[in-house]
Nanobody, 125 residues
Framework: QVQLVESGGGLVQAGGSLRLSCAASGRTFSSLTMGWFRQAPGKEREFVAAISVSGSSTYYADSVKGRFTGSRDNAKSTVYLQMNSLKPEDTAVYYC??????????????????WGQGTQVTVSS
């Protein structure tokens, strides 16, 4: 089993920045492909970003490309999502996700094995 705990959400004005963190435990972190998803009220959960096991490859949804950056620190078993130039439409609950030994682009559509509890991000206009 893998436990994922997100932090770093909050309220920010449009144009601002936030950094989300997700701490993992329960399995060798370097074997996990990590991802970020989000779910806005009344909408389905959607893919945001994926980070390969080494962190050398990242993959983003078109809606966040150029504004969000995913990274990881395998020594700390933590994955990050740096969110810049935030927009009101980025308001959602953000979820950390993990799956062992998966190609990062596949995280967009594949069944996810492990989810965090989510952290709320609210962007005011």
């Amino acid at each position: 089993q893998v436990q994922l705990v997100e932090s770093g959400g909050g309220l920010v004005q449009a144009g601002g920045s936030l950094r989300l963190s997700c701490a993992a435990s329960g399995r060798t972190f370097s074997s996990l492909t990590m991802g970020w998803f989000r779910q806005a009220p009344g909408k389905e959960r959607e893919f945001v970003a994926a980070i390969s096991v080494s962190g050398s490859s990242t993959y983003y949804a078109d809606s966040v490309k150029g504004r969000f950056t995913g990274s990881r620190d395998n020594a700390k078993s933590t994955v990050y999502l740096q969110m810049n130039s935030l927009k009101p439409e980025d308001t959602a609950v953000y979820y950390c996700a993990a799956r062992p030994f998966t190609a990062a682009p596949a995280m967009r559509a594949i069944r996810i094995d492990y989810w965090g509890q989510g952290t709320q991000v609210t962007v005011s206009s």
